[in-house]
């Protein structure tokens, strides 16, 4: 049986859980697309490219930027969003560990 200090060991941050979660849709993976190549973008550029409105872009993105995977910048009125590849690298890493503790490759079962 599990302890509450292993259960505690084995979970997810919140940093961590936050990546997963903004991964976890089909259209937050396609709105990541349009960053391909170093691509800085504005809402409205990526709701066109993504066949989406402005809002539901926004709300998007939020998740994106709180999951580590977009950073924004702001000029005059607009907002440019851009990949955060440092960001990105450590939560892949940080799930890395998270996943060799909990799931070790030499576990059988």
Request: hydrophobic share 35%; aromatic share 4%.
């Given at each position: 049986?599990?302890?509450a200090?292993?259960?505690?060991?084995?979970?997810?941050?919140?940093?961590?859980?936050?990546?997963?979660?903004?991964?976890?849709?089909?259209?937050?993976?396609?709105?990541?697309?349009?960053?391909a190549?170093?691509?800085?973008?504005t809402?409205?550029?990526?709701?066109?490219?993504?066949?989406?409105?402005p809002?539901t872009?926004?709300?998007?993105?939020t998740?994106?930027?709180r999951?580590?995977?977009?950073?924004?910048?702001?000029?005059?009125?607009?907002?440019?969003?851009?990949?955060?590849?440092p960001?990105m690298?450590h939560?892949?890493d940080?799930?890395?560990?998270?996943?060799?503790h909990?799931c070790?490759?030499?576990?059988?079962?």
């Amino acid at each position: 049986m599990e302890t509450a200090t292993e259960s505690d060991a084995a979970a997810v941050d919140q940093a961590t859980a936050d990546f997963l979660k903004a991964l976890a849709s089909e259209t937050r993976q396609r709105v990541m697309q349009q960053f391909a190549g170093g691509r800085e973008l504005t809402v409205g550029e990526i709701a066109e490219r993504c066949g989406l409105k402005p809002s539901t872009t926004s709300e998007h993105l939020t998740l994106l930027r709180r999951g580590g995977l977009v950073l924004s910048r702001k000029e005059g009125k607009q907002v440019f969003y851009r990949a955060d590849g440092p960001t990105m690298a450590h939560r892949l890493d940080a799930l890395e560990e998270y996943l060799l503790h909990c799931c070790p490759p030499d576990c059988t079962g």
